[in-house]
């Protein structure tokens, strides 16, 4: 067994909004359907993008990027969100994609029940991931400043406490 190292990632958390208002008013299949294609969509853009999806959870995902792909993998999450807003919209459902993303050290490696191992990452990193507020696509103050200026001017100063938004989004606390 292959022991669990440190790494310093890009972590990223999307999910949907309304997703359980949508699938009330659907049938089971058709909610499978649904998340398929967007599993689908998420695939093709974080893969061609060097990133890497760890993990479905329902309508959301856990996504990482190395280090030396953190602008490519900011970029490609904002495609990733025009692509699922923009499928959304032209299917009719209220819904939108909601990112965020930090970056930190995590332990990553293979765990899992004895015969069924998936590679994962774990850490205080994660959860700072999973846990920022974002009304659509937000980052941390560690991930902007790993960031060259290019890809920078996509975020505005967002506090307290400091996240950056995408430079499209309204402030709305």
């Known amino acids: 067994m292959e022991n669990p190292k440190q790494k310093n990632l890009l972590i990223s958390f999307c999910d949907l909004t309304n997703?359980?208002?949508i699938s009330r008013n659907v049938n089971e299949t058709e909610v499978f359907n649904y998340l398929s294609k967007i599993y689908?969509?998420?695939?093709?853009?974080?893969?061609?993008?060097?990133?890497?999806?760890i993990k479905f959870i329902g309508d959301a995902a856990l996504i990482i990027f190395e280090e030396i792909h953190i602008d490519a993998g900011i970029m490609a999450l904002k495609k990733l969100k025009l692509k699922i807003d923009e499928y959304n919209k032209i299917n009719n459902y209220d819904s939108r994609l909601i990112i965020k993303a930090h970056f930190g050290q995590v332990v990553a490696g293979m765990i899992g029940?004895?015969?069924?191992?998936h590679y994962d990452i774990l850490g205080n990193?994660?959860?700072?991931?999973?846990?920022?507020?974002?009304?659509?696509?937000?980052?941390?103050?560690?991930?902007?400043r790993k960031l060259n200026a290019k890809?920078?001017?996509?975020?505005?100063?967002?506090t307290?406490?400091?996240t950056y938004i995408d430079i499209d989004e309204r402030h709305k606390d």
């Open 19 to 21: 997703f359980t208002k």
């Open 40 to 53: 689908e969509i998420i695939g093709e853009t974080i893969e061609g993008s060097n990133g890497q999806v």
């Open 113 to 117: 029940t004895k015969n069924d191992k």
């Open 125 to 144: 990193e994660v959860n700072i991931a999973a846990t920022i507020k974002s009304n659509g696509f937000a980052i941390t103050i560690e991930t902007f």
């Open 151 to 158: 890809t920078r001017k996509f975020f505005k100063k967002h």
């Open 160 to 162: 307290p406490p400091i």
